[in-house]
């Protein structure tokens, strides 16, 4: 599975859209992304994944660049809720192997 | 939606002691795993299982076994638990469908403190 990269920290203040990068660029042409959160003393929640367009669900957004080498997940209107661990993944749909988890992104939403 | 229950959110346990931590997943999924969560060390793979009676050796499988005896549950087995294997517990199950996107639902956690 290829290498992700996510800055250690972000922060975001209450009510405005929360940005969080991901750089992916040894991507290959079946690996998908995949995006993680996991909030204190919880177990890791799935948020949303994507191959190439771009896609929205009830919780984020997801935009992965036309090259596929980065991605950003956006939370349209962040909530004190969503401060968390953010992770970012890749891998191919078929995959038996499990997921890696790297380091992530510590977003805090700040009120 | 899924569902991954872990028996057990909190236990203090003796050294030496045998420790089982158990999950059920009410979604028919074949893939389930074990994860251990330390601060600064981020998610690690135990065990993890494909499908019933079938079990393959994640990245720190010392010291521990796992049980898949039926679909739905997959149990981790401390044999005599030692005060480093204090941690977060996490169990979780995959869903291969295509359509699901190959997703892996997580469970809430175990914390295990060991003394």
């Known amino acids: 599975d290829a290498k992700t990269t996510q800055p250690p920290s972000m922060d975001c203040a209450e009510g405005r859209a929360a940005n969080l990068p991901c750089n992916h660029s040894?991507?290959?042409?079946?690996?998908?992304v995949y995006w993680y959160r996991q909030i204190h003393s919880q177990g890791p929640q799935y948020i949303i994944h994507g191959l190439k367009n771009n896609e929205t669900n009830e919780m984020a957004s997801l935009i992965i660049t036309e090259d596929r080498k980065s991605s950003t997940l956006i939370l349209p209107h962040a909530t004190l809720r969503d401060t968390a661990v953010y992770y970012c993944?890749?891998?191919?749909?078929?995959?038996?192997?499990?997921?890696?988890f790297g380091k992530g992104t510590r977003l805090s939403v700040i009120a | 939606d899924v569902k991954v229950t872990q028996s057990s959110r909190y236990l203090v346990k003796r050294t030496g002691e045998k420790v089982f931590l158990e999950c059920v997943q009410d979604?028919?999924?074949?893939?389930m795993f074990w994860y251990r969560q330390d601060p600064g060390l981020g998610l690690r793979l135990i065990y993890f299982?494909?499908?019933?009676?079938?079990?393959e050796k994640g990245d720190i499988p010392e010291g521990y076994s796992v049980s898949r005896e039926k679909k739905e549950r997959f149990s981790l087995i401390l044999e005599s638990a030692s005060t480093n294997q204090t941690s977060m517990y996490l169990c979780?199950?995959?869903?291969?469908?295509?359509?699901?996107?190959?997703?892996?639902?997580f469970g809430e956690g175990s914390w295990l403190t060991v003394v």
């Open positions: 299982s494909y499908d019933v009676k079938m079990k």
């Open positions: 993944i890749v891998r191919s749909l078929s995959g038996n192997t499990p997921l890696v």
């Open positions: 979780a199950s995959r869903d291969q469908g295509q359509s699901s996107g190959n997703t892996i639902y």
């Open positions: 979604m028919d999924h074949e893939n």
């Open positions: 040894t991507i290959s042409g079946n690996e998908y």
